[in-house]
Every structure is written in structure tokens, then in C-alpha cells.
């Protein structure tokens, strides 16, 4: 079981991030694309990335970050900005990692036999390796979450948005007990199994709580303990990513029946997020009608509104992204055999 120590300085700096991390949904999809598990929520994606993304793209990566055990604390950085959402900027923060620590982190993986001999390279130092890891790091990003960002990023806020009523109506300690079934909170110590036999004393350092996407089943952390604390968990509801413009290509003539050719395509245009003026340009249509179509649409609860400056963003929600792939919304599973440190 993992016992993490709260003191009064800890739950003032406890924080709750509203965004995907980016990191840590590349180091968890990866866990995930390399295993069978969770075949409603990455079941369409995992064969997608499968048949589309070379083997020697995605090997290199898979050889970093093993489904089960640890995968090294540099890939994900704790010192990152909380829900910066700018891959760009996490991953130069990665890479520019200390070499010691990106050496001690790799010992543990170099030391394994089957580690891969580019991994021990790495591990030697060097520029070449270190680029390299850059460069396949980016390709996958590219090629199997950028699609997909808008539909990923919606289901967070979704849960983000539940877990905000949640401290407005019961507090921290709620908050924290409810991140999984099987976590308490009690004398101001969360208690999370089926963690291996551990003790994290936060020690006013505050704990950075966020959701993922990827995470399946258990929460997931930094193995180090020394660095900024970081707890990772699933999101309630996950039901499937879609592909932006997989969702603006197809909508037209499966919602356009259902909801009008119109609102069928603000429906659409949502996902990637658009104000109100950019969906009436892209629409064709007043600025009158398209805050009618958004209104309906955010009655429905199909679609969430946001006021950024003098603009007010739309976003698909969760229900929103199902209704526009075919699917219903479904609950992420629960409940999964011992849990080890940065690893699913």
C-alpha cells in the first residue's frame, strides 16, 4: 500500500490539473499500445497506431517504457507546468534533463537483458542517442496523439469539471479519497493500494494531482521521491478517441439526419475547439444563429462553453465526442493486480 503524508502546508499546495499532461499521456499510451487491455477505450486507437506507425519509430519507445515495471522519472517531468498542453516545450524540458539523472534513470533499464542496446547507449551519454529520442518522441506524438488531442483533452476537462464540484462540495480529503475505489483518506494520510509497501512524505511540498487519458486502472507515479510529487490517475470516463477531422469529414451525413446539417457541423467544428465567430465563418451562418446552435448544443450537454477575453470558446464534451463517433459513453474499468511505480 502507498501512504502519502499530508501536512497542513501540503493540502494548501495540493493542486488539481484541468489539462492533459502531455508526457505522461505519451509514456501511458505507449504502455497501453504495447498491451491488449482496455479494448473499449483504446481498442480503435491501438489498431490504428498499429498498422500506421513503423516499427522502428515505435520500438525505440517501447524500449523505454515497458508496460510493466519502471519506466525511467526523466520521461515525465515533474518540474513542468501544470496543464501547459505545449508538447514543444515538455519535451525540451525533458531532454534537457541533467545527464546524471537521465544516467541514473537508465541504469535501472540498461541493466535488464532484454534492454535494447541503444537504451545502454543512451544511458553512456552522448548527443546522438539523446537526439534521436527526440526525434522519435516528436514523430509519435505526431502521428499517434495529435490527431486525436482535442478528443483526449475534452475527456479530461469532463473529469476535471466533476472532481472541481467534488472539492466545492466535500473538500480536499473527498477529492483525494475519490481519484480510485480503492484510495482513503484518513488522519491526513492517502492511502492508495495495490501499491507496493511505501511512504511518501510530501514534507510541504504540496502533491500535483493529474488526470490522464492513458492511465489504466491504477494511479501511477514518480518511483523518485526526491522530485517534485506527482500523482497520476485515470480519468471516470473514457470512451474512445476520436480523430478531429475524422469528425468533421464524417458528421455531415451520420448526425446531419439527427440534429440538421447545420448543428450537425457546429457539433463538429467543436471538437478542435472554436469561438463563436470562427463557427459562423466556418459555417456560413450569423453570429445570432450560431450562438442559437451552441445554445442547444450546450443544452443537450453535447458541447461546453468557455469565456476566454471577449470570446467565448466551444469545446465538444465527452457525449458530445460519442454522439459524433457512433458510440455511447462508457465508464473505465477498475480494479488490477499490484502496481508498480510508473507503470500501469
Known amino acids: 500500500m502507498l501512504r ?64 510493466v515495471g519502471y519506466s525511467p522519472d526523466f520521461l515525465t517531468p515533474s518540474e513542468e507546468p501544470i496543464g501547459t498542453g505545449d508538447f514543444g516545450t515538455s519535451l525540451n524540458l525533458m531532454l534537457s534533463t541533467p545527464r546524471k539523472r537521465i544516467q541514473h534513470d537508465l541504469s535501472k533499464l540498461a541493466a535488464r537483458p ?28 505526431q502521428g499517434a496523439l495529435a490527431p486525436y488531442w482535442a478528443s483526449l483533452s475534452a475527456a479530461v476537462r469532463a473529469d476535471h469539471r466533476e472532481r472541481a464540484t467534488q472539492l466545492a462540495t466535500g473538500g480536499v480529503g473527498s477529492v483525494l479519497a475519490g481519484i480510485h475505489p480503492r484510495a482513503r483518506w484518513r488522519d491526513q494520510v492517502l492511502e492508495i493500494e495495490p501499491f507496493a509497501d511505501q511512504d511518501l512524505h510530501l514534507d510541504g511540498r504540496g502533491l500535483r494531482l493529474q488526470p490522464s487519458y492513458f492511465c489504466w486502472r491504477q494511479p501511477t507515479k514518480l518511483e523518485n521521491h526526491d522530485l517534485s510529487p506527482v500523482l497520476v490517475f485515470p480519468i471516470t470516463t473514457a470512451g474512445g478517441l476520436v480523430r478531429g477531422d475524422q469528425v468533421i469529414e464524417d458528421t455531415q451525413q451520420r448526425l446531419g439526419a439527427l440534429l440538421g446539417r447545420t448543428r450537425a457541423a457546429v457539433l463538429a467544428l467543436t471538437v478542435k475547439g472554436c469561438t463563436t465567430t470562427e463557427l459562423a465563418n466556418a459555417c456560413d451562418i450569423t453570429l445570432a444563429t450560431a450562438s442559437h446552435q451552441t445554445a442547444v448544443l450546450r443544452g443537450a450537454g453535447l458541447i461546453e462553453s468557455q469565456r476566454q477575453g471577449k470570446s467565448v470558446l466551444h469545446l465538444a464534451t465527452p457525449l458530445g465526442l460519442a454522439l459524433l463517433e457512433g458510440r455511447g459513453p462508457s465508464a473505465s474499468e477498475s480494479g488490477s493486480p499490484e502496481l508498480p511505480d510508473h507503470g500501469p
Do not use: C, K
Request: hydrophobic share 45%; charged share 20%; glycine share 6%.
Open 114 to 141: 532484454a534492454a535494447a542496446g541503444w537504451v545502454r547507449h543512451l544511458a553512456e551519454g552522448g548527443a546522438e542517442p539523446l537526439n534521436r529520442l527526440g526525434h522519435v518522441a516528436r514523430a509519435y506524438h
Open 4 to 67: 502519502i503524508h499530508f501536512t497542513a502546508e501540503d493540502l494548501a499546495r495540493t493542486t488539481l490539473a484541468a489539462e492533459p499532461d502531455p508526457l505522461w499521456e505519451l509514456l501511458l499510451s505507449l504502455h497501453m499500445l504495447q498491451v491488449n487491455d482496455g479494448p473499449v477505450p483504446f481498442g480503435t486507437w491501438r489498431q490504428r497506431i498499429r498498422r500506421r506507425l513503423p516499427r522502428d519509430l515505435v520500438a525505440p519507445l517501447a524500449a523505454l517504457a515497458p508496460p
